[in-house]
């Protein structure tokens, strides 16, 4: 996946993506289990504790990653 | 950006995108900067107050994006 993600194995579960975005207090991680099923941890603090937690079926995961990959700039 | 995807021009700032997760309790917004930066919020409960919002560079946004869109699968 490129530089500045860590995956991790989940045994019977699926792969871990830890996100690095350079700063302790700002992280994502991605779980895409094996049926597709996406969790989206967001921290926003240097606790282990995630801020947020949501669950993504494939599809949604799809939308949300549209919107922020995309380079659609009309302006 | 296709179903499920509202887009608000945000005029000097740029465009929001509010992806339907198709709860009322799990929902994520994307603000695209002009400049490409990206503001992701992701909210957990009905309240309009975000549960955890983060700063993407392009780079990060796109990198996140990935994870969430991909489909690989090796099991």
Redesign the interface.
């Known amino acids: 996946?490129?530089q500045?993600?860590h995956v991790q194995e989940l045994p019977g579960i699926?792969k871990r993506?830890d996100?690095d975005?350079?700063r302790a207090d700002?992280r994502?991680s991605?779980v895409?289990r094996?049926g597709?099923v996406?969790d989206?941890y967001?921290?926003?603090s240097t606790s282990a504790d995630?801020?947020?937690?949501?669950?993504?079926s494939?599809e949604?995961?799809?939308?949300?990653?549209?919107?922020?990959?995309?380079?659609f700039?009309e302006?």
């Open positions: 996946m490129g500045g993600v699926g993506y996100i975005l350079g700002q994502v991605v895409v094996s597709g996406r989206l967001v921290f926003t995630p801020t947020a937690v949501i669950e993504l494939e949604q995961a799809r939308k949300v990653g549209a919107v922020l990959s995309a380079t700039f302006a």
